[in-house]
C-alpha cells in the first residue's frame, strides 16, 4: 500500500497508519483469491508472490487480462463503481500474501489526507494507461506482431535485459494466442538474435529489427 502514503511526511504516515484496517491472507500457488462476479469491497495490494486476472473465452481458451506483481495491487479500479463485481478470475501465481484494504478505511484516509486521495488517483491513471496498451497490443493482427510488440513494451519498461513472472503458456494467454505459436515466434526470435535467452533472463539485442516486426 506505499503508493497511497507517497509525499507523506513519515509523522503523518505513522498517524494515518491507525486508521488502516487491513487483513492479511495468504494463497498458495493457483489458489483462487477472487471468482468472477465477486464483489470488490477492498483494494487488495500484494506483499508477497504476485496474481494474474483470468477470463475464460466462448472457445474454451483462458486468457490472461492483467498481471498484478509484489508491491502492486488490485480492486483500486473498482471499489467506488457502481457495479464493483469482479470481471475476471484471480488467481496466485506463486505463494502469495495479500493485504485487503476496506472501503471505509480508504474513505478516511482520503478524509483525513487528500494526498492519499490525489495518489489513488495517479495509481488509477496508470491502470488506465496499462489496460489501453493491453487492448492496443491484442488488436494487432498478427502474431509476429503482438510478441515482437510484448518484448518491446517490456524492454521499455524495464530495460533490456530483464526477467519474467510469467511463463511461455502465461504469456501466450495474455496475448490470446497458441502456446505452440508463441513459442515458434519465440524461437524465430532468439535463432535470428533479435532476443536472447539465457539464466531465465531475456535480453533484446537487435531492438530495430524488434520494431520491424510491429
Known sequence: ??????NISDFNKRKLAQYVKGVTRTYKKDECIFREGDKCNSIAFIKKGGVVAKNLLSDGHEMIIRHISKSNS???????SNDPTYKATFLATNDTEITFISKDSLVTLMRLNSEVGINLFKKLS??????TSHIKLLSLKKVSNKVACYFYLI????GKTF????????IAQYLNIERPTFSKELNYLIKNNIISYSKKKYTVNDEKALIERI
Do not use: A, P, R
Open 74 to 80: 488490485f480492486g483500486e479500479g473498482l471499489i467506488f
Open 163 to 170: 526477467s519474467l513472472t510469467l511463463n511461455k503458456t502465461e
Open 155 to 158: 524492454s521499455k519498461e524495464k
Open 1 to 6: 500500500m506505499t503508493y497511497l502514503f507517497n
Open 126 to 131: 496508470d491502470l488506465s494507461y496499462e489496460q
